[in-house]
């Protein structure tokens, strides 16, 4: 049975998500490589851990939040539905049971704001791990008078939790933001459909969704 494990050790995987992310870099976006998709799939698996959900279910998350992003290296636009179909072949060249090549594909089809619904617990799973990564250290520009709105938003994020409250069927991002750089107001303009996704993705795992910005909840 394929496990994370040999995901995150097949030599090709890490070529595509390394160019993905070179891909991004070039068009100006933040970080997208081993440390966002590591996170991501750290997240997504103990979001489903925690519900209860079975082992099998908790390690699909983990490789589907690993590959979620490999479609940029093809490009940006539609990069879901792109990663969608590398991550077949890929998974399908090595093996995988059929029903579990479903569940991780359609996840990952499935993670983007615009055209994401989330259709299982794994896309589900996998969508509040994605959007709840905001965080300073994925901005690569070094000067900030040059700061576009994407760079200022996660650059004022001083610290992110995902936290789930089982027993009230909460999941909450807990943000902390240094306003001198942004607003909430610049958060809730970009990242207003990410919000919208999150709250669809905790429904489907029978949760409600909550934000919190510098102790004020918001949604």
């Given amino acids: 049975m394929l496990t994370f494990k040999d995901i995150k050790s097949n030599p090709a995987i890490s070529v595509y998500i390394t160019q993905a992310d070179e891909s991004l870099k070039a068009l100006g976006y933040t970080e997208h490589s081993f440390a966002h998709v590591t996170k991501v799939s750290t997240v997504a698996a103990e979001?489903?851990?925690?519900?209860?959900?079975?082992?099998?279910?908790?390690?699909?998350?983990?490789?589907?939040?690993?590959?979620h992003d490999i479609g940029n290296l093809v490009n940006r636009v539609e990069h879901s539905q792109s990663g969608a179909v590398m991550a077949f072949r890929i998974l399908d060249k090595l093996g995988m049971d059929a029903a579990d090549i479903a569940a991780v594909v359609s996840a990952i089809g499935n993670h983007d704001e615009g055209v994401g619904v989330p259709v299982n617990a794994v896309a589900a799973a996998l969508i509040l791990a994605d959007k709840s990564d905001v965080r300073r250290s994925r901005v690569r520009n070094n000067d900030e008078t040059n700061f576009d709105i994407h760079d200022r938003v996660n650059y004022s994020v001083i610290n992110s939790e995902l936290l789930i409250e089982k027993e009230r069927k909460i999941?909450?991002?807990?943000?902390?933001?240094?306003t001198a750089y942004g607003s909430v107001m610049d958060y809730f303009e970009i990242f207003l459909d990410r919000m919208?996704?999150?709250r669809k993705a905790a429904e489907r795992l029978g949760?409600?969704?909550k934000l919190d910005i510098n102790g004020q909840q918001l949604i």
Avoid at 47 to 64: P, T
Avoid at 171 to 178: G, Q
């Fill in 207 to 209: 949760l409600n969704f």
């Fill in 171 to 178: 999941i909450k991002l807990k943000l902390r933001i240094d």
């Fill in 196 to 198: 919208i996704l999150c």
């Fill in 47 to 67: 979001i489903l851990f925690k519900l209860g959900y079975s082992q099998r279910e908790v390690e699909l998350a983990k490789i589907a939040g690993y590959l």
